[in-house]
Structures are given as structure tokens and as C-alpha cells.
């Protein structure tokens, strides 16, 4: 099998994650869900698997809404896909109560979703939306909204009233949530994005004051590297199956989960440098080498993604300063260090009103999957998530 690193990955090229499908499978017959990691950890491909192939009982809808700049577009274009899907009744096309509801508004012809009474209109189009796609299908909805944060983050930013507009969008999907949930609830949600949805709630509330809780009937689940036994299973495909042999097998995939910390991404990366260079076999020192160059290749983006959301979105918070100062030092350090070290650290490097400065950043970096935190010893520690971020980290910004 090919790879085909940092490109779509569906059908059969979807190895692994079996453990973490069934698990949110099974939390979705509870509640909706925060599905959430860093950028290129395999959200999208993990949501793409569970449309093509989902559980018994169950219709997905899977919807990228990362240039939404309007709620009314996010409802027009969850339509498009359920309309794409011809979800009907045996009486009618599903989207009646929707096309009557729409041209009371407009008092027009159906179907421009620009019109500013429908703009304004979009709450009322998104009920009913919900309601009529809910009624008319004989399993339970699923609603896969990926980039959900970044839809809310456009909306927010759009023009000087989009805060009051995001709060009452994120209102508007928590009052959808609770008509129509519950233990067996019609229909399920997924919330997906690599922006941690707390950071844009954190600006929310600093713009206009919003109070809400909109998530917390939610179920919050992270996706990381993948395990062991995965791993080797796309070193078979991706080497044993392309004529490459692996020397010796059993420690080069120790070494390969290792070093990648099991994210398909790069292992994919790493599997796609050996079958360009068209070798016959490789051992584990292989690896090494073609991770070195990764991290110091000046066209191999994927880690700027991490360093792009802090000059974004943590600037925004004002908090970006002391995130670059904690990540630094935990660069240089391939063991976890302790609260204390670091925030002394960041003292040393820049003036602070209280030591609850730093520790809030810390914790903002711990629920955007930058950092983990050991409490084994009985106090906190901190350190890189993943050993490859780490590196790249120490030799490009540390």
C-alpha cells in the first residue's frame, strides 16, 4: 500500500483506531460529544471512517464547517449534505417543515441564503432543520460537525456584533441538544476541532461577558497516537506489502511507535521517505535519520501548525508570552519538570503579576494537548505530549 502522508486517508488507507471508533460509538448512546487533539492527529480521517461505515441504527452526517462565518451557513450547509443524502419519509421529502418555515420567513422563493431576513432568520431554519431531518429518518441522527470551534472563532471575529451572535448560536445548539437527547435521544452531536473550543470561549467571555456553559451536557473525547499493535500494522502495509523488509521486525516497530509517538501522520511520513528512495529493507537506525531531517526540513509545516495557534489565539488572550516562555523550557528537557521550575522559570524571563499567571497558561497548554501533566510524585509535572513536537520544538523555537 502506498502512503500518502498529510493526504486523505479513507477507504482501506484507514488503518487502525478501532478501540477509539467503538469507544465513541458507545458514548454517543449516552450523550453528544467534544471530540478534540492537536492538528493532524486523525480526527477527520477517525470522523470520515465512522460516515462511511457506521454503526447499525444510526445515520451520520459529516459536515466541514471551518469557513462558516454565519450560523445560517452552517444550517444551509448541513442541508446541502442531508439533501445530498435524500434523507426522506415514505410520505414526503424530509425538508418540508424546513421550505415552509424558510418562506415564511424570506416570503420568496426557497433557496437564497443570503437574503438578510433569512440571516436574520437563522435560528428558527436551524430548529427546524434539526426537527424535520430527526422526523423523518427511521434510525438515530448523528451530526458530525468538524472544525466547530473555528466555525465559532469566524463568527465571533466577523464584525462588531459577532460575539453576541456566537453566544446565541452556541446557545441555540445546547436548546437542539436537550429537545432532542437524552438516554435514547434521536439525535447525536460531535463537535470536532483542533483549536481547543475553552480558547475561544476564553475570548468570548473577555468580549462580551458570555456566562454559558454550552458543552457541559457534552462529552469531552482526545485522540493521541495509536497503539503498539496499530503501528505495526502500518509498518506491514506500508513496508511488507511495498516489498521493503523490516530488519529486525519486532524492534523496528518498537522503535517506529517510539519515535512517532504513534501518530499516523508520521509514521505514514517516515514509511512514504522509504518506499520513495526505493530501498529493499530497513532497520530501526533508519528511522532516526529520516525523523532528523524532518524536524529541521524548512518545507515539512506540519509543526508550525502548534506555533501558528499561539500567535493566534493565545496573543488574543494576552498569555502568549509566557506560553512561549513554559515551552521553551520544557524543550530542553527531555523529562518532566516540576510547577514550580517553570514558573520560576518564566519569573526569571518576564514580570508577572502572580505566580496564578503562568499556572493558568500551563493548564491552557495542558487542555490544548501541548503538554501532559504527572501527578505521580504527589505534585504537578509538566512535559511535551510528544517527543517529536518536543524536538522540533528545542532545535526551531526553543
Known sequence: MKAN??????GDAFIGRTDKIME???TLERRSIVFTSERRVGKTSILRKMWEKPKDGWLPILVLVESVQHPVECAQYIYREADRLQIRSPEKVWAGRLKEAYNSIAQGKWGNWSLPEIRSGWKSLLKNLIEDIAEHTDVRLLIMLDEYPHMINNIITANDKGAALAAEFLDAWREIRQAWGGD?????????????????????????????????????????????DEVEMMCRKYLEEEGIQRIPETEFDLRMAELTDGLPLYVQYVCEQFQIE??????PKDIDKVLDEMVNASDVEWFRDADDRIQDYYTRLCKDEIAYHILDELSRNNDPISEKT????????????????????????????YIVRDTSTGSRRYGFKYKLMRRWWHINRG
Open 5 to 10: 502522508a498529510g493526504g486523505l486517508i479513507e
Open 184 to 228: 435514547a435521544g434521536r439525535v447525536r452531536f460531535i463537535f470536532s476541532g483542533s483549536i481547543g473550543l475553552h480558547l475561544v470561549l476564553d475570548e468570548l467571555r473577555k468580549v462580551s461577558g458570555y456566562k454559558g456553559k454550552p458543552t457541559n451536557d457534552m462529552e469531552k473525547i482526545s485522540v493521541s497516537g495509536m497503539t503498539r
Open 278 to 283: 526505493g530501498v529493499k529493507s530497513v532497520r
Open 342 to 369: 517553570i514558573v520560576d522559570y518564566v519569573k526569571s524571563q518576564m514580570e508577572l503579576g502572580s505566580d496564578r499567571e503562568a499556572r493558568d497558561v500551563l493548564d491552557l497548554l495542558w487542555q490544548d494537548h
Open 24 to 26: 465513541i460509538w458507545n
